[in-house]
């Protein structure tokens, strides 16, 4: 078989991936075995009339944020100040420690704090996070290569607080802690009410959906799916990762591992050096601006990235067949990061698997670019923390 082929994915296979998908969801909301962690978020949709001044902090994969986010109701939105970063490499290494991180991301929120201060703080954090409600959760694992000690098993937005305390910012309260699909989802939902589905295709991968029984987001963390075939080239990357066995999904999608795999398959002398070639690298070859690579190897980068599209098409199909929405209802799917936005062949993917696997029920999905989670999402969920805490009657 040639390289090429082995990253192919049949329809029957696609249409497998998308059962196995609804099975597991299945389970995981029953209280069985499930490879999806089925995080709760302890938000529900909103109305599009939540108002009011937030901080939002987002720490992802790659870039942590600061802003402060007007909401006014509806599209009324504006962003009043906002600093970001790239994360020092050195900081999501294991010899680097709780503390030293979130000094830093304190340092990061004193920039958009005004002197009066005073707003509620809402921190997107992409990575698993077992809630006990909106606002404390402790961190179950790390993903995306981090390795930072000291913060699995501890209360995220305990570390944050005391990191902000001891920087004198007594004045900031983390009222909502919540993972970037959860964000992408709010943002989405704050102006159309049909989004039922937020996910992200950046450097990491996870899919949240709003489930109606609960009224509640759950974050599934489907990176960790893993009922799909793998070929040589994924099992070496799963073996040399910082998690083996973990996140298979997200190794064959995200932006973290495309790269890796590339080179893993290419298996070129020059290219020895684990993660030497990067996920933008696979962009530019397949966009034609890359011009060092053979048709041969340009041909692998397409197949790689038409898989992770396709995959994460049959992960969506499996969502939809779990929420099985009315037969002529229209779903929105939100989808944040620079692999849905940027990538050659990604978001068409993602779209002609879905065309594919929902058949006459594909024309109400829309799937869309959605950006603002970390903002406008992150926002709204301080919104909705707020209001039930006040005990307020939501506005409706
Ligand atoms: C994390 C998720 C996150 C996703 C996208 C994954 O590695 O486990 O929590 O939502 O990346 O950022």
């Known amino acids: 078989m040639c390289i090429v082929d082995k990253f192919k994915l049949s329809q029957i296979e696609l249409r497998q991936?998308?059962?196995?998908?609804?099975r597991q969801i299945e389970c995981g909301a029953n209280g069985q075995p499930s490879c999806f962690k089925m995080l709760q978020s302890y938000l529900p949709l909103p109305t599009g009339k939540e108002?009011?001044?937030?901080?939002?902090?987002?720490?992802?994969?790659?870039?942590?944020?600061?802003?402060?986010?007007?909401?006014?109701?509806?599209?009324?939105?504006?962003?009043?100040?906002?600093v970001a970063h790239k994360i020092p490499v050195q900081l999501m290494k294991s010899n680097a420690n709780a503390q030293q991180l979130f000094e830093v991301i304190a340092m990061m929120v004193a920039k958009v704090a005004t002197e009066q201060g005073g707003y509620p703080l809402a921190h997107t954090f992409s990575f698993p996070v077992s809630q006990i409600n909106a606002n404390q959760g402790v961190l179950v694992e790390w993903t995306k290569e981090f390795a930072t000690a000291g913060v699995v098993g501890q209360c995220v937005n305990t570390l944050l607080e005391q990191a902000l305390l001891l920087l004198?910012?007594?004045?900031?309260?983390?009222?909502?802690?919540?993972?970037?699909?959860?964000?992408?989802?709010?943002?989405?939902?704050?102006?159309?009410?049909?989004?039922?589905?937020?996910?992200?295709?950046?450097?990491?991968?996870?899919?949240?959906?709003?489930?109606?029984?609960?009224?509640?987001?759950?974050?599934?963390?489907?990176?960790?799916?893993?009922f799909m075939p793998s070929n040589e080239y994924d099992l070496q990357l799963d073996a040399a990762s910082s998690n083996p066995?973990?996140?298979?999904?997200?190794?064959?999608?995200?932006?973290?591992?495309?790269?890796?795999?590339?080179?893993?398959a290419l298996a070129r002398a020059d290219f020895s050096e684990p993660f030497a070639l990067d996920t933008q690298l696979l962009s530019d070859i397949i966009s034609g601006q890359d011009i060092r690579f053979s048709v041969a190897e340009r041909e692998l980068a397409v197949s790689i990235v038409q898989r992770a599209a396709s995959l994460v098409g049959a992960s969506y199909a499996g969502v939809l067949l779990y929420l099985n929405v009315d037969k002529e209802q229209l779903c929105s799917i939100a989808v944040d990061g620079s692999l849905y936005e940027k990538m050659p062949l990604y978001a068409q993917g993602i779209q002609s698997t879905l065309d594919i696997l929902c058949g006459e029920r594909a024309k109400y999905i829309r799937v869309f670019a959605e950006n603002r989670g970390s903002s406008v999402g992150a926002a709204v969920a301080a919104a909705l923390v707020e209001i039930a805490a006040q005990g307020k009657e939501r506005p409706c």
């Not at 992200?200 to 893993?226: K, V």
Request: hydrophobic letters at 40%; proline letters at 1%; a neutral charge.
């Open 17 to 22: 991936i998308a059962a196995d998908c609804c």
């Open 51 to 82: 108002v009011g001044r937030y901080i939002a902090l987002d720490f992802g994969g790659t870039n942590m944020r600061a802003l402060l986010v007007e909401l006014n109701g509806g599209a009324h939105i504006s962003i009043i100040k906002s």
């Open 168 to 226: 004198g910012m007594d004045n900031i309260r983390p009222v909502v802690l919540l993972s970037d699909t959860v964000a992408t989802l709010l943002a989405a939902a704050y102006t159309d009410s049909n989004t039922l589905i937020g996910s992200i295709c950046g450097t990491g991968h996870n899919t949240a959906f709003y489930d109606r029984n609960h009224n509640m987001i759950i974050n599934l963390e489907s990176g960790n799916f893993n």
């Open 245 to 264: 066995g973990r996140q298979r999904l997200e190794k064959m999608v995200a932006g973290r591992y495309l790269g890796e795999l590339f080179r893993l």
